[in-house]
């Protein structure tokens, strides 16, 4: 079965260092994967995707991602954490032929000053 | 640029009583269009999506509809709410791989 696992509920994070919220996944074929964020009462907002070509990812707000092929991982990093990064943060997977999103059950960043 | 809607932003219904919200996109045509409901703040649950006008395919069975009379419009829709319909309801359209969300919709069924 394809799906998405985030395995940590909530990362806590000192404003200033680096960050990792972890992510991994189970697909068959070839995978297209994604980082959400998602403000309080507000609606998601892509970050980053990997289809293809350099595994490190660049994204939105300074954060970029590793795609691991042997470990199935997709991890969001930022080299130096800030107070507004705090949120929620999802991690996708595309799933079948429909181009439908596996999603992850979500991981609270908490970035304290 | 494209843009989506939503709204309203927030509902309260008592239960049993009848739901409608509406989505719609701006800037493209013929997308492909999702709703979902994220309950607690947590994962989100998909709905419904559309591939095109009239084209509806239901992913979860519930006392919800959704219907598409428009290229760019999406309506989820109830006959009577149930306390469990209660939620941040999201509509998003794709493109091409990664999907673009609106606002959302904050429903709290009494």
């Known amino acids: 079965a394809q799906s998405v696992a985030q395995p940590e509920d909530q990362v806590n994070v000192a404003e200033g260092n680096p960050l990792t919220v972890k992510c991994t996944y189970s697909v068959s074929g070839n995978p297209y994967l994604f980082w959400y964020v998602q403000y309080p009462n507000r609606g998601l907002q892509f970050l980053l995707k990997y289809i293809t070509g350099d595994n490190l990812v660049k994204g939105s707000y300074g954060f970029e991602a590793e795609f691991n092929k042997s470990q199935t991982s997709f991890h969001l990093k930022k080299p130096s954490a800030l107070v507004s990064d705090s949120a929620l943060y999802f991690c996708?997977?595309?799933?079948?032929?429909?181009?439908?999103?596996?999603w992850g059950a979500g991981t609270k960043l908490i970035i304290k000053p | 640029s494209q843009t989506i809607h939503q709204w309203p932003a927030t509902l309260v219904q008592p239960v049993g009583s009848p739901l409608s919200l509406e989505c719609t996109v701006e800037?493209?045509?013929?997308?492909?269009l999702y709703w979902y409901r994220q309950a607690a703040g947590r994962g989100l649950q998909l709905l419904f999506y559309?591939?095109?006008?009239?084209?509806i395919s239901s992913e979860v069975p519930q006392n919800l509809s959704a219907s598409r009379p428009q290229d760019r419009q999406f309506i989820l829709s109830s006959k009577k709410l149930l306390l469990s319909d209660s939620g941040f309801y999201l509509c998003?359209?794709?493109?091409?791989?990664?999907?673009?969300f609106g606002p959302g919709t904050r429903l709290t069924v009494t």
């Open positions: 998003a359209w794709r493109d091409p791989y990664e999907q673009y």
């Open positions: 559309s591939v095109g006008i009239g084209q």
């Open positions: 800037g493209t045509s013929n997308p492909n």
């Open positions: 996708a997977v595309i799933g079948d032929s429909n181009y439908q999103l596996i």
